[in-house]
């Protein structure tokens, strides 16, 4: 045995063989490197579209990624947080838009990288970005958790629009039909089921 040390200051004990070579399935820990990529570049990838079009698109493709995000995270928050007599119906309505907004999440970090740019992914990054106003940490009243879920979904759906046509007249047809096909729908389709909860009716006797 012998003693490594590690990046944090620790000491770990790695394997040797009997020649006195490391084990080669022994995990090298403590790692850090070069930033091979740095945040706002874009690598040319044989996509057939300029840089300066790919270019936008990941910087329109990273406003609408960090702003669903947020959303993605509103959600959750709601979810848990939700109260009162539409308790069970809200909670399971919270996670499922969750569970979408969260694929949407992919689908739109995965067109970035696909572009040849860098996605958006932790927390801290997202709230330096992010045009949707930030919820207090305590428990909200369910309308006004309700609204701030509507009002982030119209921001996302209105810079999805103008995102979609502008890549639409770049020639970007793939970040065009991801906008359309799976952002703006998803989140109209949620709009709806939202809203629909905020509507003052009556329960049981008609006015």
Request: hydrophobic share 40%; net charge negative.
């Amino acid at each position: 045995m012998r003693l490594a040390a590690s990046m944090y200051g620790t000491m770990a004990h790695t394997k040797v063989t009997s020649d006195n070579k490391p084990l080669k399935a022994a995990p090298v820990l403590g790692q850090r490197g070069k930033i091979i990529q740095e945040f706002g570049t874009v690598v040319k990838l044989p996509s057939g579209l300029e840089e300066g079009v790919t270019r936008q698109s990941i910087e329109d493709l990273n406003q609408v990624l960090a702003d669903t995000m947020m959303l993605r995270d509103l959600y959750k928050k709601h979810h848990w947080q939700v109260s009162g007599p539409t308790f069970y119906q809200l909670h399971l309505l919270l996670d499922a838009h969750y569970e979408k907004q969260a694929e949407l999440v992919d689908l739109i970090a995965e067109r970035i990288q696909a572009l040849g740019g860098i996605a958006l992914a932790l927390p801290h990054d997202v709230s330096e970005h992010t045009r949707i106003e930030r919820a207090p940490i305590g428990r909200e009243e369910v309308p006004v958790q309700l609204s701030r879920l509507l009002e982030a979904h119209e921001l996302i759906l209105k810079e999805s629009r103008e995102y979609a046509h502008a890549a639409d007249e770049r020639g970007d047809d793939g970040t065009n039909d991801l906008l359309v096909s799976e952002v703006v729908r998803t989140n109209e389709l949620q709009v709806w089921f939202v809203s629909e909860h905020l509507v003052d009716t009556p329960v049981v006797n008609a006015k």
